[in-house]
């Protein structure tokens, strides 16, 4: 079983700043990726940044390009995402999803993808 546990989030006003930290823990073998979503009322969910955990490869969502950084601690399996210049638009629950493979036994591995308990951020204009 993997964990993954989000932090961060909170209310903000318009142009202010926030930073949402992903671990993830449990049988973890290796970590391919890790990234955050967001879900919006009555919207689907969407991608917000991924990173892939062994390159400096990342993705993000063009609404947040030159706001939001996506960092990493690949010793520690935790990501970070720091939110800048929020705007009303940005609320939405966000969610850490990590990707990876685990240990099966009888040396098998299984790819999985967790996902965190999703974060609140609410940007007041």
């Known amino acids: 079983q993997v964990d993954v546990m989000e932090s961060g989030g909170g209310l903000v006003q318009a142009g202010g700043s926030l930073e949402l930290s992903c671990a993830a823990s449990?049988?973890?073998?290796?970590?391919?990726?890790m990234g955050w979503y967001r879900q919006a009322p009555g919207k689907q969910r969407e991608l917000v940044a991924s990173?892939?955990?062994?390159?400096?490869?990342?993705n993000y969502a063009d609404s947040v390009k030159g706001r939001f950084t996506i960092s990493k601690d690949r010793a520690k399996n935790t990501v970070h995402l720091q939110m800048n210049s929020l705007k009303p638009e940005d609320t939405a629950v966000y969610y850490c999803?990590?990707?990876?493979?685990?240990?099966?036994?009888?040396?098998?591995?299984?790819?999985?993808?967790?996902w965190g308990q999703g974060s609140q951020v609410t940007v007041s204009s």
């Open positions: 990173t892939f955990i062994t390159t400096d490869s990342t």
């Open positions: 449990g049988n973890i073998f290796n970590i391919i990726n």
């Open positions: 999803k990590t990707t990876g493979y685990s240990r099966k036994g009888a040396g098998a591995m299984e790819r999985f993808d967790a």
